[in-house]
């Protein structure tokens, strides 16, 4: 009688072969934003707003999470900006000037956390580094929040202007959902892992 291979096992084969040849595609070290972006929920953005790291990121899960939360912090402050200009403008009204206010405070916020968070993955330190993810998981999970407590604030609206905003905070949130995406990376693989200082 011929016993054939459990399923299980064919499984486990077709995965580990998928990894093997994913693996084979990056090994070129071709395409390092696109191997660092694979972890995040917005890849093509991630590509698009991180590749200018690829030479100098490499391979290295820390400076790929520092890049991502530089670059939140980056558009974090352009949107925060625009907010801030919209509402000296006072083209908001009523329900949405209300909310309008509940943006650049959240967006304050925002910064705030990710500027820790920043602060954090400069200082990386083996002994301390557990507690340091926590943090870094905390402030940009918060973060993020706030920019989506940010877009609440606008639900089911649909004025031109109103549209502009939902786009330009629903793309940061995006951005900082992938800088979490590339600390929790860093937090599985651990410092002194592929190229980390
Ligand atoms: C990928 O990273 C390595 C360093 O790990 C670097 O030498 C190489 O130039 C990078 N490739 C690209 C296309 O930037
Ligand atoms: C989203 O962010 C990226 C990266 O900063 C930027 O290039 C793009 O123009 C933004 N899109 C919108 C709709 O704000």
């Known amino acids: 009688m011929i016993t054939l291979p459990h399923p299980m096992f064919l499984f486990l084969l077709f995965l580990s ?29 991630c590509i698009h707003s991180l590749s200018q790291f690829s030479n100098t990121a490499g391979r290295s899960p820390s400076k790929w999470a520092r890049a991502g939360v530089s670059v939140s ?58 507690t340091q993810m926590g943090d870094l998981n905390t402030w940009i999970s918060a973060a993020l929040t706030d920019e989506e407590t940010c877009l609440e604030g606008f639900e089911g609206e649909n004025e031109k202007h109103v549209k502009v905003l939902q786009n330009r905070v629903q793309n940061v949130s995006y951005i900082t959902s992938n800088a979490l995406a590339l600390v929790n990376k860093l937090a599985t693989t651990g410092l002194g892992r592929i190229n980390d200082p």
Request: charged letters at 25%.
């Open 73 to 130: 912090i980056g558009e974090v402050k352009n949107v925060k900006a625009y907010l801030a200009e919209l509402k000296k403008h006072g083209l908001m009204k009523g329900r949405n000037k209300v909310a309008l206010s509940d943006c650049v405070e959240c967006f304050s916020y925002a910064l705030d956390e990710l500027h820790r968070s920043l602060g954090v993955l400069r200082r990386l330190s083996k002994s301390t580094f557990s």
């Open 17 to 45: 072969l998928l990894t093997s040849t994913g693996q084979m595609v990056f090994a070129k070290g071709k395409e390092n934003v696109t191997e660092a972006c694979s972890v995040t929920r917005y890849q093509s953005l």
